[in-house]
């Protein structure tokens, strides 16, 4: 088969124009033509009111050596890459001891998928309970501010992404197209199969919720165990080999392979990592606000007369500005018709996420807002990045009133730096609730000058960016890990055999697209591992 890229038609096309690209692309009559089928679309709004789709089309032409001699220099025609799956292994059938696979976000779910189709029964690991009852946890915080530390938005079956906007779509290079196998993976567990075309695809958390399950049940079907409430509390290495898990309940797992796919929060994993003398290191990451505008706003800014058609959907954005003290602050995790989230994973703690349903048709519009912190802010070794984290998180449990209400205030009042004392237009959309205040006090003075400095910046690329009304809520320090749990090329800890860094957690991957193909890679390497001790 053929691909042929960036065909440009019309938004409101009529479904033969395409086929009609085709043919006059490659100059080939209808009956030449044997099938096509979409492999990507995309759209180009850089022309408000002329918005144009752009596809990449699979052909399959009775003229196909013939197109490509001729077309031979032209970058719009290739031959249709190879992209399917293919085992790296597969488990001896004398295995004895399973791998442990330490964590259920979307880098342990797919390490522990892969490696159980490959035959080697994984045994899967989580702190937290299964996505269903970890769901009524989780809105008994944003409902009630009744906090469980061990089922939460960070913790339990499906990770942090569960809650989130459910993007499937990152800048990682995958020339082994895992992310292709992630993405058929998720279509055969009940997402939409237009996940495999959109652009910029995602789910929503109720839909990841039923994918969650469907993929359990495929693991246990092929004889991996996934345990809930069972949270890793040291694991054995001796002489830099790693023997087994000891669970927090007393159980010893005898082991020598061990994915380590914790997520970015798991702050008591990384302790007892670090004493143990595995090899840790500091890394950057960033802190910020979340911000709030009219998804209206939004959409007519970026799509002009056409904002609302249907195959646009609400519209998102991407910011970022370099300020004159250094600092880089950028939108992240922007959340299109979403909701502000409570995502704090430890008691006394506000941290705030965004999150989208399917639909994506709340009011607003939410995005972090966020400045680049580099380990110079916080010396003290490869764990001070969490205490930098901690100390804010507190501070903003504090100015929310001490009660899992956040810190909140309208970007007018932020810029000028007046406290703010009653909400206007925009209603924030956090729950349990927003206590209006003076944000300056929420994240350190070099933050909050580089984010004043960038909001009226933004303003200028998406009108009324920094209106007044805007609603900023406090604090974002997830964004990533602030840690690495180095790996070597193997993929195992430089100094921990069979311990295999992966994910969020270790500092390899940003979102659940990218944290999935780590956790494929991981399991690609763990097999080989095995079968090749």
């Known amino acids: 088969m053929l691909r042929l890229t960036e065909l440009k038609l019309p938004l409101d096309h009529q479904p033969d124009q395409l086929k009609t690209a085709i043919l006059e692309k490659l100059v080939i009559e209808p009956s030449e033509l044997l099938k096509f089928t979409i492999f990507k679309r995309s759209y180009d709004a850089r022309k408000r009111g002329a918005i144009m789709l752009i596809y990449s089309v699979d052909v399959e032409t009775t003229k196909e050596a013939e197109i490509m001699q001729r077309l031979a220099k032209d970058p719009q025609v290739r031959p249709t890459p190879d992209m399917a799956y293919r085992f790296v292994a597969k488990a001896p059938e004398s295995l004895i001891k399973q791998p442990v696979v330490i964590g259920t976000g979307p880098c342990g779910l797919f390490a522990g998928l892969v490696l159980a189709q490959m035959g080697f029964r994984p045994i899967i690991l989580?702190?937290?309970?299964?996505?269903?009852?970890?769901?009524?946890?989780?809105?008994?915080?944003?409902?009630?501010?009744?906090?469980?530390?061990?089922?939460?938005?960070?913790?339990?079956?499906?990770?942090?992404?569960?809650?989130?906007?459910?993007?499937?779509?990152?800048?990682?290079?995958?020339?082994?197209?895992?992310?292709?196998?992630?993405?058929?993976?998720?279509?055969k567990a009940g997402a939409p199969s237009e996940i495999l075309y959109v652009n910029k695809p995602h789910i929503g958390t109720f839909r990841l919720v039923s994918m969650v399950e469907s993929m359990r049940t495929e693991i246990e079907s092929l004889g991996g165990q996934i345990r809930f409430q069972s949270r890793v509390e040291d694991i054995e290495i001796d002489n830099g080999q790693v023997k087994g898990v000891v669970l927090a309940g007393g159980e010893r797992i005898d082991t020598e392979h061990v994915v380590l796919a914790v997520g970015h929060s798991a702050r008591d994993t990384f302790s007892m990592l670090y004493r143990r003398g595995v090899y840790i290191e500091a890394k950057p990451f960033s802190i910020g606000f979340r911000i709030e505008h009219p998804q209206s706003m939004i959409d007519q800014c970026r799509f002009g007369p056409q904002a609302g058609h249907p195959l646009l959907g609400a519209a998102d954005y991407k910011l970022v500005h370099h300020c004159r003290n250094g600092r880089a602050v950028y939108s992240f995790c922007m959340c299109p018709g979403g909701t502000v989230v409570a995502a704090t994973?430890?008691?006394?703690?506000?941290?705030?996420?965004?999150?989208?349903?399917?639909?994506?048709?709340?009011?607003?519009?939410?995005?972090?807002?966020?400045?680049?912190?580099?380990?110079?802010?916080?010396?003290?070794?490869?764990?001070?990045?969490?205490?930098?984290?901690?100390?804010?998180?507190?501070?903003?449990?504090?100015?929310g009133g001490g009660n899992y209400d956040a810190p909140g205030q309208l970007v007018g009042d932020f810029l000028v730096g007046r406290p703010s004392t009653?909400?206007?237009?925009?209603?924030?959309?956090?729950?349990?609730?927003?206590?209006?205040?003076?944000?300056?006090?929420?994240?350190?003075?070099?933050?909050?000058?580089?984010?004043?400095?960038?909001?009226?910046?933004?303003?200028?690329?998406?009108?009324?960016?920094?209106?007044?009304?805007?609603?900023?809520?406090?604090?974002?320090?997830?964004?990533?890990?602030?840690?690495?749990?180095k790996r070597d090329v193997d993929f195992q800890s430089l100094n921990t055999k069979g311990l295999f860094p992966a994910g969020e957690g270790a500092g390899y991957a940003g979102g659940i697209l990218s944290a999935a193909v780590d956790g494929i890679k991981v399991a690609e390497a763990v097999a080989l591992a095995m079968v090749n001790p």
């Open 422 to 485: 009653r909400l206007g237009s925009v209603l924030p959309s956090y729950t349990p609730g927003l206590h209006l205040c003076d944000l300056a006090l929420a994240l350190p003075d070099f933050a909050i000058e580089a984010i004043r400095e960038a909001l009226p910046a933004f303003d200028k690329q998406i009108k009324g960016f920094a209106m007044h009304d805007a609603v900023l809520t406090g604090v974002e320090t997830r964004t990533s890990s602030p840690i690495r749990i």
């Open 345 to 399: 994973s430890e008691p006394g703690h506000v941290v705030t996420n965004g999150m989208s349903q399917y639909s994506r048709n709340e009011r607003n519009a939410n995005s972090a807002i966020v400045v680049d912190v580099d380990p110079a802010d916080f010396p003290g070794g490869p764990l001070a990045g969490i205490e930098f984290q901690r100390r804010w998180e507190r501070k903003a449990f504090e100015l």
């Open 126 to 187: 989580e702190r937290g309970k299964a996505v269903r009852e970890r769901t009524v946890d989780t809105f008994g915080l944003w409902r009630k501010r009744d906090f469980n530390p061990e089922s939460n938005v960070q913790f339990g079956e499906g990770g942090a992404g569960t809650f989130s906007d459910g993007k499937l779509y990152s800048q990682i290079k995958d020339p082994g197209y895992r992310g292709r196998k992630v993405l058929t993976e998720f279509v």
